[in-house]
């Protein structure tokens, strides 16, 4: 029984040592080169002997990083096939002859232009122009909505989280901490569990997964994408941190409480206009940035936001969903949004005083104006109400909507003393939410 077992054992580990040969047979690595360094490894040039292709490859420790995570982050990635997803080519353990059974390789597409997050530092004190901003967020929309259809929540999207080919597409990366919905009987998805994990990055996590209550993942991505596009157009974070811990979180609770812009609010709490931003852009953030993630847009509305909606010869670059085809033909928002994005209405508030344009409608998902809605129901047919008055109405959130007993914002949020802020011994004078590269972080709540 012994020899069986001992036999047994020593063949898993030949089999394990001929794969790793097999696996720097087929794939080179130029250690003399590294892509970028991290706490758990780095990353190196590789070429694959076979097709000539070059590669990058990402040399990770297992003695700092658990390999049951390594290895679950590469089935995401070998289960995802899209442009803007990074493309797993192989992945194993290293080999014992050479002492690298600690080390685990994963050889992935080369994106070889950097990450978005320098496209928007190197720019200095100008902002990304838009027609830039759009292409790249056109892409991850494209991604992200892929993982989406695959049941895949990101859970850690950041301008560093994306990676740029030298012709500039996208390439989503790092699904370290990303969550997949298991499917019902009937092969639907199925979100009804409220995942419990804090993570992400600081700056781009939305309130919901910070406050630990509870939340949906895919709501969850909408809100980071809505910073990242934001940080692009304005070189800064709209929040430090969404809770109660950065003294602008109660101040944008109130703000959209009041149905305020979120664009124009944020920019007027540093005594600057928005006015650069069209006002069709400006409406998307609002939509993208509610704290309410019961409020806030989903992806497949900001898909088909006249801002970002693809042109008829960018879709099937896209590899957009079939299920979302075809995508109806928009119409620019009405024109009164103008003034919210220029801030040009005047008053002792400034800015802050400008209400975010009541153009949209809560019709789209069966709700009544201002009570909670489902985000997973979705019509992509039903986006633009053709039959208003007044011309068509683009149908996503309600920010002008007033609070009911269900919003997300808590009774306890404001202070009694209006224009007064809860968290008094702050200054409010502080520094812009620069731009930095920021360290995931995640733990669990039960």
């Known amino acids: 029984m012994l020899d069986a077992l001992s036999s047994l054992f020593i ?12 696996l720097f047979r087929r794939y080179s690595i130029d250690t003399n080169k590294k892509y970028g360094e991290g ?28 390999l049951e995570s390594i290895v679950r982050e590469c089935d995401f990635l070998t289960s995802l096939d899209h442009p803007n997803i990074i493309k797993i080519k192989a992945h194993g353990l290293g080999r014992k002859s050479a002492n690298e059974e600690h080390l685990y390789y994963i050889f992935m597409e080369l994106a070889d232009g950097g990450e978005l997050f320098d496209q928007v530092i190197d720019r200095g004190a100008s902002t990304m122009p838009e027609d830039v901003a759009r292409g790249f967020m056109l892409q991850l ?13 990101h859970r850690d999207l950041k301008l560093e989280n994306v990676l740029l080919t030298k012709a500039g597409v996208v390439k989503v990366i790092d699904f370290g901490l990303s969550y997949r919905y298991p499917h019902d009987a009937n092969g639907e998805l199925d979100r009804s569990l409220k995942l419990k994990d804090v993570c992400g990055s600081k700056s781009y996590a939305a309130p919901e997964v910070l406050g630990g209550h509870g939340y949906d993942g895919f709501a969850a991505d909408v809100w980071s994408l809505g910073v990242s596009l934001f940080a692009m157009l304005s070189g800064f974070f709209p929040l430090d941190e969404a809770s109660p811990k950065d003294w602008r979180y109660t101040k944008l609770m109130r703000a959209q409480q009041l149905g305020l812009s979120t664009t124009v609010t944020v920019f007027g709490w540093y005594k600057r206009t928005c006015g650069h931003l069209t006002s069709s852009v400006v409406h998307l953030l609002d939509g993208m940035l509610w704290m309410d993630p019961a409020r806030r847009m989903t992806l497949e509305q900001v898909l088909v936001h006249p801002w970002l909606r693809p042109k008829l010869e960018e879709i099937d670059g896209l590899a957009i969903p079939p299920r979302l085809l075809p995508l109806p033909t928009p119409k620019p928002a009405p024109p009164e949004a103008a003034k919210a994005a220029s801030g040009s209405s005047t008053g002792a508030s400034g800015a802050n005083s400008v209400r975010a344009t009541p153009v949209v409608s809560t019709d789209l998902i069966g709700a009544s104006l201002g009570t909670v809605v489902d985000q997973g129901a979705y019509d992509s047919r039903n ?5 208003a008055e007044d011309g068509p109405a683009f149908r996503c ?17 404001f202070d009694d003393d209006e224009g007064v802020d809860v968290y008094r011994s702050l200054d409010l004078n502080a520094e812009l939410p620069t731009l930095t590269r920021q360290t995931a972080f995640s733990r669990r709540r039960e």
């Open 11 to 22: 063949s898993d580990k030949n089999k394990a040592e001929e794969k790793a040969d097999e």
């Open 39 to 66: 706490g758990y490894g780095a990353t190196y040039p590789a070429v694959d002997t076979v097709t000539k292709e070059k590669l990058a490859v990402k040399v990770i420790d297992t003695r700092r990083m658990k």
């Open 141 to 153: 929309v494209a991604g992200v909505l892929h993982c989406h259809e695959r049941g895949v929540a």
């Open 383 to 387: 986006l633009i109400d053709f039959g």
């Open 397 to 413: 959130c309600n920010p002008a909507a007033p609070a009911t007993a269900t919003s997300f914002f808590p009774e306890d949020s």
